[in-house]
């Protein structure tokens, strides 16, 4: 039976604290769903739990690349490399779909959320097509979803070397620690990534948008308990219990 010791109820708590930072990083995110697919809206033209498992788990690729060719990395290590991971991936998505905004679709970025953008400056209203909510990534939106993947991907970076560390020292999972740890944190992504979604409820822009501190607080702490849970489960997993 599994001895409920400090070193194990710490290892709930921070697999509880990575999923709640994998879905405080959706909300910064620019989700912008099918109205962004079609220029009607800021943000990237997908939802909420492609984003968030799109970029954890480009996080949890490099986290998990870090930790098998540097095995002394610390956990700092580990966080930032899953958080840079993510980081690119978020970026290079923003800026291949900011060339279709303004290439291929041929509309100006506006935020329909503030009047001017906090990073340049520039009006927004301006800018504002009729009958849109906005159009194409604003910087602030670009800037939101770079803080949004860096939060996501060191989230899974955290989760990974929490179950690796814990699952290594198995002698039911033992040599297969890895990849038993990758599989349960994709898991664990995939319910964070579907938990905001419905406080979002369809786009959000960024941390600038009044949705934010709206919905924010309420899906944290939903995040949290349900992530406490999974952590407990993945424990149990690792005494054979499950």
Not at 111 to 135: C, E, H, N, V
Not at 145 to 155: E, R, S
């Amino acid at each position: 039976m599994v001895a409920l010791d400090p070193t194990l109820i710490m290892n709930v708590l921070l697999i509880a604290i990575s999923g709640t930072l994998v879905c405080i990083a959706v909300h910064f995110i620019p989700v912008g769903g099918a109205p962004a697919a079609m220029a009607q809206a800021t943000g990237i033209g997908t939802g909420t739990v492609e984003l968030a498992a799109g970029s954890g788990l480009v996080g949890l690729i490099t986290a998990s690349y870090m930790y098998a060719n540097e095995p002394a990395a610390s956990m700092a290590l580990v966080l930032a490399a899953g958080a840079m991971g993510s980081m690119i991936m978020i970026a290079s998505t923003m800026f291949a779909g900011s060339l279709i905004y303004a290439y291929g679709v041929g509309v100006p970025f506006a935020s329909a959320q503030i009047k001017k953008d906090p990073f340049t400056g520039a009006r927004q209203d301006l800018y504002m097509s009729k009958g849109t909510q906005g159009q194409g990534l604003p910087t602030v939106c670009f800037v939101s979803g770079i803080i949004g993947a860096a939060l996501g991907g060191a989230g899974g970076g955290l989760i990974y070397f929490v179950l690796v560390q814990l699952y290594s020292q198995s002698a039911l999972i033992g040599t297969s620690a890895a990849a038993v740890a990758g599989v349960f944190t994709m898991g664990v992504f995939y319910v964070n990534a579907v938990i905001p979604s419905y406080g979002v409820g369809g786009t959000i822009e960024g941390f600038h948008d009044p949705k934010f501190r709206r919905v924010l607080p309420k899906d944290a702490v939903t995040s949290f308990i349900v992530s406490l849970i999974c952590g407990v489960v993945a424990v149990f997993i690792g005494g054979g219990l499950l």
